[in-house]
């Protein structure tokens, strides 16, 4: 198969252009997943004139097949479950509960890496875009719907370049709109839909937030 995007750049780009409608618009703002989907949030909010900051969640991998999400977890103590994984796993609630607190110290730490000292930004009453570089089970994106739902937003958008049919018809029952540029049944895996999928760094992740701070900064006085 012909991969259909060069990176996640090429993708956040492309994703835009689908996202058209919302540029400019007074109070949105797009929340992009770290790591992976911080690049393409950051050509979304480029091209879209809207600020851009992150939305912190964390896979619960399957010990030993971390890849295989059977959860995952926001902060504020919030857990999202994939009972099917879990059964067909035959996952103990020990082994699941080490995990999310594994899980858990990685989530504080990027906090304090990705955020340092800059505020939270406001949810209420703003529509948000969020972002990933795919979707594979969902797992990881429902815990962030759940985490914002709670903030009370105008209204949620998801959006990724690549994900499985039958997930965006799902999560369409959850949010405003699902905007997705590929939908394969199966997925097999959202690296395959990309030439360059090189993991995104911490300090990739920082240099994005922060330009994309800039470019704001710039575009008010402007």
Known sequence: MNSKFHDRAEAGKLLAAKLANYANRSGALVLALPRGGVPVGFEIAQTLNL???ICLVRKLGVPGQ?????GAIAPDGIMVLNN???RSMKISRQALLEVASREKQELDRRM???RGDRPIPQIRDRLIILVDDGIATSSTLRAAITA????HPQGIVVAAPVAPATVCEALKNLVQDVVC????EPLYSIGMWYKDFSQTTDE???QLLKQAAENQAECSLG
Request: proline share 8%.
């Open 112 to 114: 304090q890496a990705y």
């Open 66 to 70: 971390e890849e295989l999400a059977m």
């Open 84 to 86: 099917d994984v879990l």
């Open 204 to 206: 990739e992740v920082c």
């Open 181 to 184: 540029l590929a939908t394969p």
């Open 148 to 151: 914002l739902q709670k903030q």
């Open 51 to 53: 600020p851009l900051d």
